[in-house]
């Protein structure tokens, strides 16, 4: 029997023994740090294939704590599980178990979404100054590094880099903004290749024996914002293969961010979940 540790917004995680976790992801949407009511149609599915086809493409740049995705494989770490059904189906990892870094580290290669809100206000993100005139959905001159706080329930706040460094430390906080630009241009000018702008991105990372692992998920429409570079043009808000389809719908909806949102019509479900495949295929050949 798995014992469940842990629900987050998108992945239930299971205790696996001392050194393993068992992660499973569902077809749960989070948009503005709420789960919606409605499911989004092999989600989990994708998002398992595309976190694991990132991870092995950027083991490079810095270990991930991927032990297995095979069931058969797990079963042999886990005997007395009960991993059959569709809930475990293609959307399973094994991982090793490490200590998180309570931090969302946020890269933006172009200034939109909530970014894009703040600069109107402040000429910057999250204390990073930025040129002026900017347009909305414009790339910037460089990459940006541009933290949170990590809230598995309610809103994430933006920090600055120097307050992170200051509950991490100069030294750890500086590997981590180094890996996390690293792995942005990496993705980045893979996925320009397949004519796919890779707008902003988060990455999570624990710590293992005193080494920096990257984890939890890797690049999926769930943590990226990405775009057709066919369709992108600066000055609005482009068309994406993310939950940005959702976000939007949310927006004109009237609902006020505050209280639980409403279901999803059906036709935008469909609608988001044919975007994660798309993205799948585009980027992964699958």
């Known amino acids: 029997m798995l014992k469940l540790i842990h629900k987050g917004k998108v992945r239930d995680l299971y205790e696996a023994g001392d050194k393993y976790l068992l992660i499973v992801s569902t077809d749960r949407l989070s948009a503005f740090d709420f789960v919606l009511p409605t499911a989004i149609p092999g989600k989990g599915a994708i998002l398992n294939k595309l976190s694991l086809f990132w991870f092995a493409r950027t083991a490079h740049i810095i ?3 991927i032990v297995s995705a095979d069931l058969a494989e797990i079963k042999k770490y ?14 399973t990892m094994l991982v090793l178990k490490t200590k998180r870094v309570d931090f969302e580290c946020i890269v933006r290669g172009y ?10 206000k402040t000429g910057g993100i999250c204390g990073v100054k930025l040129p002026p005139g900017l347009k909305e959905a414009q790339k910037l001159p460089e990459p940006v590094f541009t933290p949170t706080s990590k809230a598995d329930q309610g809103h994430d706040e933006n920090v600055t880099f120097g307050e992170m460094a200051g509950a991490l430390g100069a030294q750890r906080a500086e590997e981590i903004r180094a890996k996390s630009l690293a ?17 902003d991105t988060k990455f999570e990372f624990g710590v293992l024996n005193g080494e920096l692992i990257f984890i939890d998920e890797a690049l999926t429409p769930d943590s990226s914002r990405f775009w057709d ?4 043009k600066p000055g609005s808000s482009p068309e994406s293969y993310d939950k940005q389809f959702v976000r939007n719908w949310l927006e004109g ?3 006020d961010k505050k209280t639980p949102p409403p279901p999803l019509p059906q ?20």
């Open 183 to 199: 792995l942005y241009e990496f993705a980045a000018d893979y996925s320009a290749a397949k004519g796919i702008l890779l707008a």
């Open 63 to 65: 270990k991930n704590h």
């Open 78 to 91: 886990l005997p007395d599980a009960d991993l059959s059904g569709e809930y475990f189906k293609d959307r």
């Open 111 to 120: 200034i939109t979404g909530s970014g894009w809100k703040e600069y109107l």
């Open 267 to 286: 036709s935008v479900a469909e609608a988001t979940a044919a975007k994660y495949l798309e993205a799948l295929h585009k980027l992964a050949g699958e």
């Open 253 to 255: 909806s009237g609902w």
């Open 229 to 232: 570079a066919k369709a992108y």
